[in-house]
Nanobody
């Protein structure tokens, strides 16, 4: 059974930075794709970042492009989301997601229904 556990959320001032971690129990190499999503209160789930296992390219949502960086440490079975220049509108619960089956295109990473494993989420609150 694969489990994803996020950590690193908290309260941060606008303009500040925060790094989220997602530890994958089991072999991260089994996961064909990894992604980060977020959901603000009363809002729909939003794609933040994602990457395919075999590719170096990372896909980002338009609202975070240039500010957030997704990375991974395969030795630690961990993916990260470094968030910089945080804004009020970044306040949300952030979720790590994984897909264990092949995916035809990185363009599909932005759709939450392509992922079959989800973490419990970690709250990020940006104070102005």
């Amino acid at each position: 059974q694969v489990q994803l556990v996020e950590s690193g959320g908290g309260l941060v001032q606008a303009g500040g930075s925060l790094r989220l971690s997602c530890v994958v129990s089991g072999d991260i190499f089994r996961m064909y794709a990894m992604g980060w999503f977020r959901q603000g209160q009363g809002k729909e789930r939003e794609f933040v970042a994602g990457r395919l296992r075999s590719a170096e390219s990372v896909y980002y949502g338009d609202s975070v492009k240039g500010r957030f960086i997704m990375s991974r440490d395969l030795a630690k079975n961990t993916v990260y989301l470094e968030m910089n220049r945080l804004k009020d509108e970044d306040t949300a619960a952030y979720y790590c997601a994984a897909r264990s089956a092949a995916l035809g295109s990185g363009d599909l990473l932005k759709y939450d229904d392509v992922y079959n494993y989800w973490g419990q989420g970690t709250q990020v609150t940006v104070a102005s």
